[in-house]
C-alpha cells in the first residue's frame, strides 16, 4: 500500500513559536486527513483537504494539499502548551475506504 | 452528540485468556473500522465493515482475532487465546460513508496481556 512519511518525528518547541510539519505520500491522493491524538485519547479530525492546492485553516492550524497532490503541510502559529500532542496525516488506501496513517509527529510545548 | 463509544478503557489479563473490545459508533454511520495502535507499527487497520457486513479482514492478525457486527449499533473484536505481542492500544472508528470519508474515533482500548 501506499506509504506516508511524516516529518519531523518530533518537535519541542517553547510556547509562542510556529510549527511546520508535512506529510509525503509515494503516490498521489485526491484527500489529506490531519488527526491530533492527545494522550489516553483517540485521534481527532483536524482538517480534511480534498483539492489539490486547497489552503484550510481551523484556528490557528493551517494546513495545504501540495501541488503534486503527493505531499500535504500542516502549519501552527503561536503554539501554547494545550497544542501538545501527535499529530497524524492520514489519505485514502488502496482499497478506498481505509485510511493509510503516518507514523506521527510528536509535538511538546515548553510554557 | 455523543462519539464512538468503546468498553473497556483498559483492560489487563493472563495470556491465554479471552479478551472482547466492544465499540458503539456513531448514530448513523455505516462504515466501522478497529484499528491496532503500537509503537513499532503505529495504526494499523485490522478490520472494516459497511452495513454491518466485514468487507476486508486482511488486516486481522491471525486467526484468534475475530469481529462482529451484529447491529448497526455495536460490534466486538476478540482475541482468543490472547498473547503478550496482542498488548496495544485498540481503536474503533466510524464514518457515515466510505471512500474519502473522515472517520471518527473512539477513545480506544489499552491492553495488556501479561
Known amino acids: 500500500g501506499q506509504q506516508l512519511n511524516q516529518s519531523p518525528q518530533s518537535m519541542f518547541i517553547q510556547e509562542g513559536e510556529d510549527v511546520s510539519m508535512n506529510c509525503t505520500s509515494s503516490?498521489?491522493?485526491?484527500?489529506w486527513l490531519w488527526y491530533k491524538q492527545e494522550p489516553g485519547e483517540g485521534p481527532v479530525l483536524l482538517i480534511a483537504?480534498?483539492?489539490?492546492?486547497e489552503l484550510t485553516s481551523n484556528g490557528r492550524l493551517t494546513a495545504q494539499f501540495g501541488i503534486t497532490r503527493k505531499d500535504s503541510f500542516l502549519n501552527i502559529s503561536a503554539s501554547i502548551p494545550s497544542d501538545v500532542g501527535i499529530y497524524f496525516c492520514?489519505?485514502?488506501?488502496?482499497?478506498?475506504?481505509?485510511?493509510?496513517f503516518g507514523k506521527g509527529t510528536s509535538l511538546l510545548v515548553t510554557p | 452528540d455523543a462519539g464512538v463509544i468503546q468498553s473497556p478503557r483498559h483492560e489487563v489479563t493472563e495470556m491465554g485468556q479471552e479478551v472482547t473490545l466492544r465499540c458503539k459508533p456513531i448514530?448513523?454511520?455505516?462504515?466501522l473500522f478497529w484499528y491496532r495502535q503500537t509503537m513499532m507499527r503505529g495504526l494499523e487497520l485490522l478490520i472494516y465493515?459497511?452495513?454491518?457486513?466485514?468487507?476486508?479482514d486482511s488486516g486481522m492478525p491471525e486467526d484468534r482475532f475475530s469481529a462482529k457486527m451484529p447491529n448497526a449499533s455495536f460490534s466486538t473484536l476478540k482475541i482468543q487465546p490472547s498473547e503478550p505481542r496482542d498488548s496495544a492500544v485498540y481503536f474503533c472508528?466510524?464514518?457515515?460513508?466510505?471512500?474519502?470519508?473522515?472517520?471518527?474515533f473512539g477513545d480506544g482500548t489499552r491492553l495488556s496481556i501479561l
Open positions: 448514530s448513523g454511520h455505516n462504515s
Open positions: 465493515f459497511n452495513n454491518n457486513v466485514p468487507i476486508d
Open positions: 503516490s498521489i491522493f485526491n484527500t
Open positions: 472508528a466510524s464514518s457515515p460513508l466510505t471512500g474519502n470519508q473522515p472517520q471518527h
Open positions: 492520514a489519505g485514502p488506501s488502496n482499497s478506498g475506504y481505509a485510511l493509510n
Open positions: 483537504l480534498y483539492k489539490a492546492g
